[in-house]
């Protein structure tokens, strides 16, 4: 699990997130469509979209279906990169 950022804000049920500072090249913005996770590893949703300034930049997370995501405001998610997990979903 590698640290997402903060949820800020709920806009038309997409969750936007403050994403952690991203120093160096080995540091990196995560792919779109990645699993994000609350800290008990419970899947919140998918990355939709990316802006912002390079640094620190923005993420729109789209929430699962049922997912209230108002109440991840204010807390930390985290992005789930268990090996295979990307390619089994895709389909």
Do not use: C
Request: glycine fraction near 10%.
């Amino acid at each position: 699990m590698k640290r997402l950022g903060t949820a800020l804000h709920v806009v038309q049920n997409k969750l936007i997130v403050q994403s952690e500072e991203i120093v160096g090249r080995g540091a990196g913005i995560p792919r779109g469509s990645s699993w994000v996770v609350d800290q008990k590893r419970t899947r919140v949703g998918k990355v939709f979209d990316i802006f912002g300034p390079v640094n620190r930049p923005y993420i729109i997370v789209l929430p699962n279906k049922g997912m209230d995501a108002a109440a991840h405001i204010g807390k930390k998610l985290y992005i789930d990169e268990a090996p295979g997990r990307d390619r089994k979903w895709k389909k």
